[in-house]
């Protein structure tokens, strides 16, 4: 079943869609104090570079037909990484919720086994969000040789995922909940 299913291609070029992986992608990130310029405010904001590996979030015909100035990533990591941050992660429960989908701002990603591109499981963290300029991450995409791009249906299952983060909506008061006995 999964030779007709595989998650990953292997792709080179300038070309992008969701669910393509750029390794070490040089990111502009405002330092957390951050100072919005007012009215005669001499302060400069300071930004600095991160390196991440991310994961292209913008939906694949937006790319495609050129429709975005501004390409939606998220970044990604080894799930041995979050197992170091957790002990919750460590443990087969937590492992089984992040498989299941039940774990907000996370997702789980099947390890890749393409020669040359091998990777153990990752999680997309879609708690932190980046926008890089499209011809920029074109550009980068072309000079970074071979790279690994998920397959339908999991890169939808991805954006599936994405959406349900973004679309959550906090209650001001929910219905109790059911208790056994009562």
Not at 55 to 71: A, F, I, K, P, R
Not at 133 to 146: F, I, M, N
């Amino acid at each position: 079943m999964t030779e007709g299913f595989p998650w990953y291609a292997q792709v080179r070029g300038i070309d992008l869609l969701q669910g393509d992986f750029i390794d070490a992608c040089p990111i502009l990130v405002p330092s957390p104090n951050f100072m919005v310029m007012t009215g005669g405010s001499s302060a400069r904001p300071s930004v600095g570079w991160q390196t991440l590996d991310v994961v292209v979030m913008t939906q694949s015909c937006d790319l495609e037909q050129d429709n975005v100035d501004l390409v939606l990533l998220c970044p990604h990591w080894p799930l041995a990484r979050l197992e170091e941050a957790s002990d919750f992660f460590k443990s087969t429960k937590g492992k089984e919720d992040l498989r299941r989908g039940n774990v907000p701002g996370y997702h789980l990603i099947a390890s890749c086994e393409l020669p040359g591109l091998q990777r153990e499981l990752r999680v997309v963290d879609f708690r932190a969000v980046y926008s890089l300029p499209h011809p920029y991450l074109r550009h980068l995409a072309s000079e970074r040789g071979d790279r690994v791009r998920l397959m339908p249906p999991y890169r939808e299952h991805l954006s599936q995922a994405f959406a349900r983060f973004f679309m959550r909506v906090g209650l001001p008061v929910n219905i109790p909940a059911f208790r056994k006995g009562g």
